[in-house]
Structure formats: C-alpha cells, structure tokens
C-alpha cells in the first residue's frame, strides 16, 4: 500500500507546513508526560523513497545522527557534520532539495499506552526534529511537521487503545523546502534534537492561556478551551491562583448567556482578572516571578485541567526613541546563542542551559538573542528565572536565496506558521521582551504577513527584524520597531543618534565578532553607547566557539561518551576541535563557525573578563585626589547585594589591602568616599581596585564570587632610566646580536604576528605577507664599541621594503639596557607589531609581571585586566583558539620576571607599560598548523616585547580596530633592560 505522507513529498512542498499537527499552545505538557527518549530502533535510508527493510541498529533520542555513533556502517562513514555559513549544501534551487541524496532517519520503538488512560486524550509531543517529520503509529498515517526548532504535536487517541502497545515510527528527512529557510550560519545535523514524549488530557482541556502581567500588578490571564468531543460541556468555568491569591472568572464574561457572541459551542474563552497589591516587578536584575497555577473546572467543580505558569510582572514599550523596561530606558548587554553542544551537536539539557546562563550572569550579559530560531523552551524558564531580556527569533533564515524567497507565495505559510507558533509557545515569559522575524533572510511580503500576525496577536511587545531595519533605520513603515543593524560601524550608529532622525531604539542585533582572538574595541562601543542617548546595547556574535569534539585518528565525532576529554579549552590527546572540512567536507566555511566567547567547553574566553568590567554595577572615580566616587550603575536595585575589598598595588611590590563597605546608594546615585588606605610615601606607581563581590549566594554565584573590579590610579610611575655602569661587559656576536647565558636566540626585531582570524579575512594578513613581514631577511649594516656600550644597525629586508633597526646595548648595574629605534618606511603603514622577540632557555616556567592581568589583553581590548602583580606559569598564559594565531599577549607590562625551580631566572623591565607575550610557540609554529592539538611547545620562551601592537578589531566580519589602535610607520623607540635574577 502507497503510503500518503510519503505520496505527498512534503520534503519539496514549501505549502505544507504541517498536517495533523495540533495548534502551538503555552501550556506546558512536560511535566507528568511519559518520556520516551532513550533507545529506539534506527534505520539511515539514503532518500525517503528508500524502502525501510534492511537491519535496524540501535540509537539515543534525543539526537543527531550525524554525531552519534553505531554499528551502522551507513550513518557513521556517509552523514556527518558540515559547516557551512550562507551556501546550501546543494544546487538544487528552493523549494528542491536532492532527490536521491537524502539522508532520512527512521526511527521505531513500541510505545505502551496506560490502561488508565481509557477516555483521555492522548498526544504525542516531538521536541524537534529537523527538517521534516512524518509520523505513524501501527503503520498508520499520523501527521507531518516541519520548522525544526519546534515542537510537535499529534493527537493520537483515535489510533491507541488504553492498554494496548503500538509501534510509534518518526521518520525524519535531512533535506527539503524547509532547510532553504533554515540556512542558519552553523553546522547542519539530522536527526531528533529534543525530547520526545507522551502526555494524557481530559477530553476537556486548557488549549492555550495568555498571562499578562505589568509593572503595576495589573493580571490578565486568558484561557482557551476545548473539548476532544468537538462540543463544550455545559458549565465549565476557570479558576487561578498566583501564590496564594485566588484568581476568579471575570464575570463581564458571561457563560451562561448564550445570548453573548462570545459564547461559543466549541470554543471556550474565559478571563481572570485582578491587581496584585505591592507587586514585586521582574526585570532582569530582579528576577522576581509568581507562581499560577490555572484550573479548567467541570460544572460539579471537579478539575478537568490544570496548567502552571511563572509569572513576571513588567512593562515594555519604546517611548520616543528609548527602549524601556518599566519606563526605565535599559542597556542591552546581549549575546547570540545557538542550541550548542560539543558532544551532541543540538541537544542540551538542562544543566547544560543552566550553566550557560549562570556564566553569562557572571559575566555581565542580561539579555539573549536566540539565534536564529526558538531556543530550547528550557532556556526561557531559565532567562525568566536568572533574569535576562530575551529576542526571541523565529526559524527563519534563507540567506543563501534570500532575496527569491522573501516573497514567493510558496512560502508564505510557512513564514506565518514559524513566527506565530514562536509567538504561541513564548509568550507567557517575561524574559521575551522583543520578537523577532527571523535571520538574513531578505524583506518581503511574508515577512510583512508575519510581523501582522505578531502585531495583532501580541500589541505587548515590541518586534525586530534585522532584514526590514536596514532598509530604514528610522522607517515607521518597516516590519521593526528596532534598528537593530548587525556590525554597524559604530561612528554610523552615533552619526544616526545624533541626526535628530532617529526615531527607534538603536540595538544592534549583532556585534563585536568574536572569532578567535578578537572583540576588539569592545570598551570604545560602550563608551559611546553610555555617552550617546539613543544607543542602547546590542548582542556580541556569539556565544560558542561550536568546535565539535572529534577523535582525530578516525575523523568521526565523539559523540555523547566525549565527557572528561577537554578542559578549559584544551582537548585531550587524539582529540581535538573540529571546525569546518574537519569531516572531510568538500564544501566548508573553515574556522568561521569559532567565533564565540566561549570555547566549545564552556572555558570563557579572555573577552568575558572585559565584557564583565564594561558591565559593572559599581564604577569607580577618583575625586580630586582626596577621595573615590563610587556610583550605582544599575537600572533597577541598590548594591546591597554586593560587598567589596580594597587592594592597592604599589610598583614596589606590594599589595595592600583592605575590606569595602558599598554605600548604600539607589541606581543612578553617586557617593563620594574617602580613600580606605594611606598611600605610602614610597612605593613608586599605585593603584587602587575595588574587588567587588556578591555578599550571599545567589542563584546563578555563590557569596564571593567576583562581578567587577574598578580600578583608578592614585599615583603615576616616575621614570628614571637605569644608569650605566662602567666596566660591564656587554658580549655580542660577529652578526651583532647578543650573546647572553639565558638566551637561545638574540633580541631581534619583530613587525609580524601569527594572523588572528581577523587579520587573515580582514586583507591585512595577505599585506603583510606580500610584504614579507614573515620572512625578513635580516642583515647587520655594522657594530660599533663605544666604550662599554655596543651599537648594533641593523637592516631588516622585506620583499617590498627594508626596515632599518638600531639596539644600543649599555651594561647597568647587574645587567644591560637595550635602547631600540626602528624606522619603517612609509609603505609598511599598517604592521601588526613593531617589537623585540628572543627565547630564553629552557627550565622558565614561571612568569610574574606588573602590569594588566592576569588574563590575555591586547591595546584594544584592555579592559577588566587591572593593574597588579600577577602570576601565572607560561603554559597558562597561552589562550589555546581553535585555529592557532596570536594569542597570550599581556598589554600594560611595566616589568616582568622569568623563573624556574632550577635554572636562574630573568627580569626584563621595559621604559614604560608594553605589550609583552611570553609562550611557547614563535608565531611562524602558529601560522604552520590548523588546531591546536597539532602545535609542539618549545622547551623555551619565545617573549615579544613590543614598542607598539596594532588592536585585533573585528574584521573577521565587521568593523577593522580603530586608527588609534594601528602601528603608524616612521620611527618607533624602545627600551627595556634585561637583568638576572
Ligand atoms: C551574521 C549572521 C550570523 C553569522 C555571523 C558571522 O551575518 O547573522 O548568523 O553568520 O554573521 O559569524
Ligand atoms: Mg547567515
């Protein structure tokens, strides 16, 4: 017999989006439904006419399969994982997808329908599959579904019997219509992502409720109802209860008055009404939520259904240009964040969302972009729980055919189908405070049909879309009530606050691409955002590195049995990161899918540490030397929940410190306190931080845990050069280069850095290699002795420039003084560093400076890396990015100590606060391989001092560093001394 799901191709028919599918709903059916996740029977057909006939092998739903792991010859060598950002992984033109390459799961299992059920509605609930799913029961047609961030479900009580087992099948096709709309930048799967379960109603039940709550304890639930039998039972009623406080029917609504238009046969609509006395309002730094509970009563009074709602009570509007959250104008401190794992592709449990929001809390965020597509539905209890403000995006995203499919007719349900059922499931979280259309997908008419659904459905909230904005950032007629560009340069984003045009909030959607090392000008965007009324925030692109953990001897992934391989970013032996071609992808996007805050494993990067400065709720200033100025950066609370400890580190060597008692101070407010510790008189430089804590646990830190540390300076260094001394003996080579017991390779001069991502896709990894800044042929021009001192030329030969270099060796009291000059000519006008490099001897392991730390900083991206005496051992100070490049700089080094347990150890003091790297690797050892589990440590250390480091930027996709941050050519002069320990 012709099976009709598979008769009706819906893989290639972008007008079915579902059939058999019941309507999307906020009531939640995961509590108390019956799992079924775990092991089903799993065939991988190679198209979904494939007949299903040969052995089934064994799988784990939720999951992919193009990462999981069986006996399955088929799955294992011909379905992996493939990055690719804009291009489909096919020609064929939507709504087509390949006809004979298509990989199709299906999957079987017996499921056992309770005796107990006899007369209940039974519904089968897919998390999400992607792309298509057809489901049968006994061999029997059930429904299709498709929009594979979603979840499905199917009324299966006409084809079960209470007792009885059954044969569930989903099959689910990789490839179809759906996938050109679903051409999000990330890796493609196939497979089950989210769980999938089995739940019971009364016939009579809660189709959906509508909760709405605001800031001034106003609560509005609505409820709809149904009865499976098609008819309502007379009499039914609604009641509620919000932590106590009863909640009943609005009596406005008359049920009984048939006489009322309202008053439906098949449809139930009823109100409960009421203002909560004194309502604590939820805002994201004041996560406070209520418990409601909604009952749905027969006439006798007995409970036919019951559904469980977190409310949170808060207005959002834009007012003017503003975006407010209970009329207070926020920042948006966002991220972009994929449904992520290393080990299962998609799939994420709950502790794994857990962790991710506990450390964005930690790090400053408080607000999501779920990019792009409905999160988990996990992660929005947990948003609305930890407090962030949530962009909830819709799943769709044609990039590749955008612009065709923006306003083909074909398409248009699906449009509208993906944004309302969003809509219908999230609209009960505070935490959403602004929907959103969907990703690059183009404007067109079906975007405008979806934002009038939302706008009809949902007046409560505001609506965005990327594709509509950049038509018009102050356009009233576009489908987005945000500007919200991604990677604007930021002076185009002041210019249009300061245009007196603008006319919405200004929040980029996305920002700041953090691909390897990068982030760049973080601190610059939000002083302009804090100093430009209009600007509010935006979202940092993006959360993950989404490196899939994979064995390296096989190719494959290392699928969920992958735990204890990787810590803080560094994978185990015979393991490592994949990224893009690492399954042997002919067509790939490369490294472009690491480009999060995170590493794969959740270890954050040196970036958050700035991010959580940008974002402190306590600021520091000195007041005219005689006192601080400590202000309450918040929107919504005092500091109270913060405690702090004064540390004021002196050059000399010493920290001193001393416990902080914040003022109490509302937000907004300032107080000025007196300094808490008497400067020396000696000492030298001094700096004062401010260790700011949490005073007691919280949900998402435990009391002491650090959430900033401003830092001002209370006195400046006083500079006096090391003096000469005579009679010391400065030893130099025939090739002028120093001869030193410490030393493997001479100070030389360095203008090259192993490319970041963003100097490679940016153009100016491809200048410097033009101009041979890799390979420059050193020569020595001459060697002169003048007494003690020794002055080496140098010349420097590129393949398009010659750079002349001078170094002054003058011995000091106990070691030597290397005065440096270089001249670069005019055509080198923008060289990652101009600098020394040399390598000490093996044995070094230690390193202990005075300066920015103890995390990795560059010149622009500095902040949150104070001031003080750090130390770490020299493995540690390496940041280990996905694809080895520049990393482990220290920017602000005034003075740095090289020891280890057995050898004599090193000190090197530059003139003034440098940019000093010290790691294993030169950088030509980075720029040789592709991962870092492929890199071999040297026995040394290579150190970089450098006079001057250009900025990383963003241009990996988006804005170059600014100017400022950019090595000018002419004369660059250094100098530091270099002494044994
Ligand atoms: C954006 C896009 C993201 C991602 C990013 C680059 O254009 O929306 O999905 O591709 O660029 O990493
Ligand atoms: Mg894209």
New binding site residues.
């Given amino acids: 017999m012709t099976d009709p799901l598979l008769t009706l191709r819906p893989w290639s028919a972008p007008e079915v989006t579902s059939w058999g599918r019941l309507p999307m709903n906020a009531v939640d059916r995961r509590t108390g439904a019956h799992s079924l996740d775990g092991d089903w029977r799993f065939q991988l057909l190679s198209a979904p006419h494939a007949p299903v006939g040969g052995a089934w092998s064994t799988t784990v739903v939720p999951g992919v399969w193009t990462m999981q792991d069986t006996d399955d010859p088929l799955r294992s060598t011909v379905d992996l994982p493939q990055y690719l ?1 804009i291009r489909m992984p096919y020609a064929e033109f939507p709504p087509l997808s390949p006809v004979d390459d298509n990989p199709t799961g299906v999957y079987e299992r017996e499921i056992h329908i309770p005796a107990d059920w006899a007369g209940r509605r039974v519904v089968l609930q897919v998390g999400a599959a992607e792309s298509v799913l057809l489901v049968h029961l006994d061999g029997r047609p059930v429904g299709i579904s498709k929009d594979s961030h979603l979840a499905a479900d199917f009324d299966l009580s006409d084809l079960v019997r209470p007792g009885g087992r059954h044969t569930l099948r989903l099959t689910v096709v990789k490839w179809s219509d759906a996938s050109h709309i679903e051409d ?2 990330h890796w493609w799967h196939g497979g089950i992502t989210r769980s999938v379960l089995l739940y019971a109603t009364d016939p009579l039940h809660l189709a959906d409720v509508t909760v709405r709550a605001s800031r001034d304890g106003e609560l509005i639930v609505d409820c709809r109802v149904r009865d499976a039998g098609g008819a309502l039972p007379e009499g039914w009623y609604v009641s509620g209860e919000l932590d106590g406080l009863a909640l009943a029917q609005d009596r406005e609504f008359d049920r009984a008055n048939a006489e009322d238009e309202r008053v439906s046969a098949f449809l139930g609509e009823a109100r409960m009404h009421t203002r909560v006395p004194e309502v604590r309002a939820w805002t994201a730094e004041t996560p406070e939520l209520y418990g409601l509970t909604v009952r749905l009563h027969r006439a006798d009074g007995s409970v036919a259904d019951t559904s469980r709602h977190r409310v949170g009570f808060r207005d959002v509007e834009i007012v003017g240009r503003d975006l407010l959250v209970n009329g207070e104008r926020i920042y948006i401190r966002g991220v972009n964040r994929h449904d992520f794992h290393p080990l299962t592709g998609r799939t994420v449990s709950y502790d794994d969302m857990r962790a991710d929001l506990v450390l964005l809390k930690r790090f400053g965020f408080n607000a999501i972009r779920t ?2 597509y409905p999160n988990d539905p996990t992660l929005y209890d947990l948003a609305d729980e930890l407090g962030f403000y949530v962009v909830d995006e819709a799943d769709i995203e044609s990039h590749d055919h955008a612009h065709e499919i923006a306003d083909d007719p074909r398409y248009l349900n699906a449009f509208v189908d993906r944004v309302s059922r969003m809509v219908l499931r999230d609209k009960n979280h505070p935490s959403v405070i602004i929907w959103s259309l969907g ?2 997908s183009d404007y067109g008419a079906n975007h405008d049909a979806a934002a009038g659904w939302v706008r009809r459905h949902d007046p409560t909230r505001p609506l965005q879309y990327e594709g509509a904005a950049k038509r018009g950032w102050a356009d009233p007629d576009l489908a987005s009530d945000i500007a919200c560009p ?1 990677y604007a340069p930021l002076e185009d984003c002041v210019a249009h606050a300061l245009s007196g045009e603008q006319t919405k909030p200004l929040i980029q959607c ?1 920002y700041s ?1 953090a ?1 390897g090392n990068s982030n760049g000008t973080l601190a610059d965007h939000w002083a302009a955002i804090e100093a430009t009324p209009g600007l509010q925030g935006g979202f940092i ?2 959360f993950w590195d989404h490196g899939i953990l994979q064995s390296v001897n096989d190719g494959r992934p290392v699928g969920r049995g992958g735990a204890g391989l990787y810590d803080n970013g560094v994978t185990a032996p015979g393991h490592r990161w994949a990224y893009g071609g690492d399954f042997g992808e002919k067509d790939h996007d490369g490294a ?1 899918i690491a ?1 999060g805050v995170v590493f794969p494993d959740r270890t954050p990067k040196p970036v958050m540490y700035e991010h959580r400065e940008l974002a402190a709720p306590v600021r520091l200033e000195l007041f005219r030397h005689e006192g601080l100025v400590v202000s309450n950066h918040q929107h919504f609370r005092g500091l109270e929940w913060l405690t702090g400890t004064w540390e004021l580190a002196l050059a000399d060597g010493r920290t001193l410190t001393a416990p902080a008692t914040l003022p109490a101070l509302l937000p907004g407010e300032t107080a000025v306190v007196p300094l808490p510790l008497d400067l020396p008189e000696d000492g030298g430089e001094a700096w004062l931080t401010l260790r700011v804590t949490t005073a007691e646990d919280l949900a998402w830190a435990p009391a002491g845990t650090e959430v900033c540390a401003p830092q001002v300076l209370l006195r400046a260094a006083v500079t006096a050069g090391e003096a000469p001394v005579s009679g010391g003996v400065v030893e130099v080579d025939e090739d002028g280069l120093l001869v030193h017991p410490l030393l493997t390779a001479a100070p030389t001069l360095s203008l090259w850095r192993a490319p970041t991502d963003n100097d490679e896709l940016g153009g100016m990894a491809l200048r410097w290699r033009t101009w041979g800044l890799d390979s420059l042929v050193r020569k020595v021009v001459s060697v002169r002795r003048d007494g003690d001192t020794v002055t080496v030329l140098a010349e420097y030969a590129g393949t398009s420039g010659v750079v002349r270099h001078e170094q002054v060796f003058t011995p000091v009291e106990g070691g030597i003084r290397i005065d440096e000059r270089a001249d670069l000519p005019e055509e080198f006008d923008d060289v990652a560093r101009v600098g020394t490099v040399f390598e000490t001897v093996a044995g070094l392991d230690r390193l202990q400076w005075f300066g920015q730390g103890p995390w990795e900083s560059y010149p622009d991206r500095s902040g949150g890396a104070p001031v003080g005496h750090h130390a770490l051992p020299v493995d540690a100070l390496f940041t280990p990015y996905l694809r080895p490049q520049e990393s482990g700089g220290r920017h602000g080094v005034r003075r740095f100590t090289l020891s280890g347990p057995d050898v004599t150890g090193l000190v090197v003091t530059p003139d003034e606060p440098r940019q000093v790297s010290v790691t294993r690797y030169r950088a030509e050892d980075l720029t040789a391989v592709a991962h870092h589990d492929e890199l071999v440590p040297r026995a040394g250390c290579v150190v970089h001092l450098d006079a001057a480091h250009r900025g990383l930027g963003t241009a990996s ?1 988006g804005p170059d560093t600014f100017p400022s941050y950019l090595v000018a050519p002419g004369v660059h002069r250094w100098s530091w001394t270099l002494h044994i320990l």
Wanted: charged share 30%.
């Fill in positions: 950002n999000q930048d990019a792009h990703n690059e991604m996305e691409h691909m692109w993006e472009f480009d996709c």
